[in-house]
């Protein structure tokens, strides 16, 4: 995860994130963000979550444009589960 889609303290996931390749990965990176303190995240509530989440989709092709990448036109699993993750510390 990028220092500039966080803003408060996320899911702690690890180094999860630098392995997540298929599905099995995906899941993994979820069950750890389950079994993380959410009373310790940005966005601790389910509406807050998904409000973050909605705007970092939102705004994806320029915050991937600021790292010099380009839109996917399929997103990688890597890429889903770094958005989950983010949004957990998103503001």
Request: overall charge negative; aromatic content about 6%; charged content about 25%.
């Amino acid at each position: 995860m990028t220092d500039q889609w966080q803003s408060g303290r996320s899911a702690d996931v690890g180094e999860l994130l630098d392995r997540v390749g298929d599905h099995r990965d995906l899941a993994r990176v979820l069950e750890v963000m389950r079994a993380d303190h959410l009373h310790e995240w940005e966005n601790q509530t389910l509406e807050r979550y998904l409000g973050a989440l909605a705007a970092i989709v939102g705004s994806l092709d320029g915050l991937l444009a600021n790292r010099g990448e380009d839109l996917p036109e399929q997103p990688s699993w890597a890429l889903v589960a770094e958005l989950l993750v983010a949004a957990s510390g998103y503001e």
